[in-house]
């Protein structure tokens, strides 16, 4: 009789085998993939650097971006002081350069106009 008590419950054993996939669910949404939203929009700002743009570097240091090559940026710190850094020291961009639009982009504007 008391053999029949304690094996009545058939699904205890997948209770914890739910809570584990439940708790990698949760950390999933709540760490892993904010995470890899941030690691893209922080590579798509690094790659759309251009000369002109004010930038602040991973170490608070404000400069205005005289160059760009593939791996690294050219800042500009103060007249006449440049340095270079690698692309990921980039932070953030304080502000951009103004930048032409594309002759096609203009064109098409002045077709709906007319």
Do not use: C, H, N
Not at 39 to 44: H, P, Q, S, T, V
């Amino acid at each position: 009789m008391l053999y029949a008590a304690a094996g009545g419950g058939g699904a205890g054993g997948l209770t914890p085998i739910l809570m584990i996939a439940l708790l990698f669910g949760v950390m999933y949404f709540m760490m892993i993939r904010p995470q890899q939203k941030r690691r893209r929009e922080a590579e798509r700002m690094q790659s759309a650097l251009a000369p002109g743009d004010e930038v602040v570097t991973i170490g608070g240091l404000y400069g205005t971006v005289t160059g760009v090559d593939d791996e690294t940026v050219l800042l500009e710190v103060a007249p006449g002081v440049q340095t270079r850094y690698a692309r990921p020291a980039i932070a953030r961009v304080v502000s951009q350069a103004e930048r032409a639009e594309p002759a096609e982009a203009t064109e098409d504007a002045e077709t709906v106009k007319e």
